[in-house]
């Protein structure tokens, strides 16, 4: 049995038509009552009655089934209900009810190409090349505006007159369409060499060019193309508007830039930014935004002077939807607005985020979320929930949670639960997740995570809780990187990781890990999960303190556990982490920055109360740098080697590690076969008499 079928399948009831005190609908007229006879046509207008409204009792605003073309629908203090009496916006239950920031653009308004485009493109391209004038439906070049660098570690912030806006892009039934590029999507190319890597913040690797914050408009640097990529381009009628999109260095930072230059007879091509971290002799690259590429289905060009766009139509436009996005604002935004629910919408078409709730005790339920460059639901404040959901098909990432109090620990209580997300980080390619967590006691439970360049879990701050989750086939190009991620902090601690199945991690020749402790991370605790083809560590340690990792399964992983002492090592034998731990590197400074010494603190978390900063006494255990007080014991491991893992020097000296076994078969182990349960009698459980079963029909959606 799989473990897909072990956790089970979700399926939601549709949601059922229930009477409201007001109503909203596209046929309505906002000279009506509101009633469900004589509807409102606007949200706005509705909002004026919700307003009027007195509140001594649950409000309902019942919109109706269609399409509500939007730039920004906005709650403030004035819309909000109360913790007693709440404001409900939900979807009637007549059918979808889209709110939607793009332009739906018509088949009959698509034309063949004029003859001087045709004879730019390449093969079947040029008969089945089609444009149409946006300007026919009102847009301006206001509107689609510039094209802005993607990528997370660009440099654009350091040079002036950079479109910063997001980009609007072009969809069809669904789909993210490709902006024109060569080569073609899924492929890349490599770079022959480099000539010069440009005014770089980072190279080589740890050496660091202080004085890169300082300055502006850097020498974006001199990158040789192989010969076939020189003769390509070479062809093009236009070598003005190319855009290069990279990860010139390492397979975790990505970036663009304008080809400020480029030089065909020597090879070489000049990018207008630096890449933060150098390039490399074999770092990956495309050019993009060249019509003279526009030679594949679902490739798209727009030329920002004229409006006019060009699409070579994967299928039949007759039978599609082409949507193009438009506004920059989420289309659903709360203001410092509280306890309001909203049930059953579906957002799509903006170039930001879909949905921001800045307020408290507010409900995003039963909703879709799709075609977006932002990300899908962006939350800040306390006891706001976000569940039910599905979001695919975006940009960026999809829940980021972010509230509580980190002086006084006050935990925000924001949660995701019960959501689907799957595609996203489709433009924003690395450290673009499913669910962030920010601040002090957020949570993340009962998603369904899948199908992701990079990671799928990241968390920042202390006393979150990761549990429930059910996550396969993410990190699929990327090594350094975990599918539930945190690190470089002592003090972000409290954090727990349970009862989560991660299967499927990494592809390729891309060998990421199962639960990664970046970087010293202290205070984190694990257990109960079960981590099954983690293609290099089902846990990552990186050198922390305090951490317990315990009751976990790990099966067919690189290696199962890996805890080094990279601190440790850095500081004591000159290693790669150095930098972080002498007197003044960031750690010390981020420890400093911290209320770790206040009574609050001290109280919630002792061990992290009594750490030494004395270098004078650096073997004391209490040394932040060194890595004790960690537990790590009751692990099952099934490795064709039997062996349980890595654990350093330092770690060894410091911390317990014990009673971990390590099995070479499933059936050595005792698993009932083909199933992920131990049989009553099984060796685990005579080997570790404190394993308990974990609760494999938890995990997942419900």
Not at 461 to 481: C, L, M, P, Q
Request: with cysteine; net charge negative.
């Amino acid at each position: 049995m799989s473990l897909q079928e072990m956790l089970g399948h979700y399926h939601a009831a549709p949601i059922q038509a229930q009477a409201g005190d007001f109503y909203v609908s596209p046929q309505g007229n906002d000279e009506n009552d509101g009633s469900f006879e004589r509807p409102f046509r606007t949200f706005a207008r509705a909002q004026a009655a919700v307003r009027e409204a007195k509140k001594d009792r649950e409000l309902t605003v019942c919109v109706r089934a269609g399409e509500y073309f939007v730039k920004e629908v906005a709650f403030g203090p004035e819309d909000s209900g109360t913790p007693e009496n709440r404001v409900v916006w939900r979807a009637y239950g007549d059918g979808d009810v889209v709110l939607n920031g793009g332009v739906a653009l018509r088949a009959e308004d698509f034309h063949p190409i004029p003859d001087e485009i045709r004879e730019r493109l390449h093969g079947d391209a040029r008969e089945k090349t089609l444009c149409v004038d946006l300007k026919t439906y009102g847009l301006t070049k206001a509107d689609w505006g510039e094209l802005s660098p993607i990528g997370m570690f660009g440099s654009e912030d350091k040079y002036d007159n950079v479109c910063r806006e997001p980009n609007c892009e072009l969809f069809f039934d669904g789909e993210r369409m490709t902006l024109s590029r060569y080569p073609n999507a899924g492929e890349n190319l490599q770079l022959d060499d480099v000539a010069d890597v440009g005014d770089c913040f980072e190279f080589p690797a740890q050496n660091y060019y202080t004085e890169w914050n300082d300055r502006r408009n850097h020498f974006g640097g001199r990158y040789i193309m192989d010969k076939a990529t020189a003769k390509r381009v070479a062809g093009w009628k236009r070598l003005d508007g190319a855009w290069a999109y990279g990860r010139f260095h390492y397979d975790w930072a990505d970036m663009s830039t304008p080809v400020q230059k480029f030089d065909t007879a020597h090879r070489t091509f000049f990018p207008a930014f630096v890449s933060r971290y150098g390039a490399r002799k074999g770092g990956a690259y495309y050019f993009y935004n060249v019509l003279d590429e526009l030679d594949a289905p679902g490739e798209w060009y727009l030329d920002r002077e004229t409006g006019m766009l060009y699409f070579y139509p994967p299928r039949d436009l007759r039978d599609a939807r082409v949507e193009m996005t438009i506004t920059t604002k989420s289309v659903l935004h709360l203001k410092n607005a509280h306890d309001l629910t909203f049930e059953g919408f579906t957002f799509r078409g903006t170039r930001g985020d879909a949905v921001t709730i800045e307020g408290d005790r507010n409900v995003l339920r039963r909703f879709v979320i799709s075609g977006v460059m932002g990300n899908g639901v962006v939350v800040n404040g306390r006891d706001n929930l976000v569940c039910e959901g599905e979001i695919s098909h975006v940009g960026r990432g999809g829940i980021r949670l972010d509230g509580g109090d980190r002086e006084t620990l006050t935990p925000g209580n924001n949660r995701a639960d019960n959501n689907l997300i799957h595609d996203w980080a489709e433009v924003y390619r690395v450290y673009n997740v499913a669910v962030h967590l920010e601040g002090v006691g957020n949570i993340c439970s009962h998603n369904e995570i899948y199908n992701a360049p990079h990671a799928a879990i990241f968390y920042y701050g202390n006393d979150h809780v990761v549990e429930y989750n059910h996550i396969h086939d993410v990190v699929k190009t990327s090594t350094d990187a975990g599918a539930i991620y945190s690190g470089q902090d002592w003090t972000r601690q409290g954090c727990v990781i349970r009862y989560n199945c991660l299967y499927n991690i990494g592809e390729g020749d891309n060998r990421p890990d199962g639960i990664y402790f970046d970087d010293m991370l202290s205070g984190q605790t694990a257990y109960g999960n079960l981590i099954v083809r983690a293609k290099k560590y089902g846990f990552l340690i990186g050198g922390g303190r305090d951490i317990h990792v315990y009751n976990n399964v790990i099966i067919d992983c690189g290696k199962a556990i890996t805890y080094d002492d990279r601190g440790y090592d850095g500081l004591f034998h000159d290693g790669w982490a150095r930098h972080a731990v002498v007197e003044g590197g960031c750690m010390w400074e981020r420890l400093a920055a911290s209320p770790y010494q206040t009574e609050i603190w001290k109280k919630h978390y002792p061990s992290l109360g009594r750490v030494s900063s004395d270098f004078s006494n650096p073997h004391d255990p209490n040394f932040a740098v060194n890595p004790a007080n960690s537990h790590v014991h009751d692990n099952l491991i099934v490795d064709e080697t039997g062996l349980v893992g890595r654990f350093d020097e330092g770690v060894r000296r410091y911390s317990t590690i014990e009673n971990n076994f390590a099995y070479k078969s499933m059936q050595e182990a005792g698993f009932i076969a083909d199933t992920y349960t131990l049989a009553p009698d099984a060796q685990a459980h005579k080997d570790m008499p404190a394993f308990t079963d974990l609760p494999l029909n938890q995990m997942g959606r419900y």
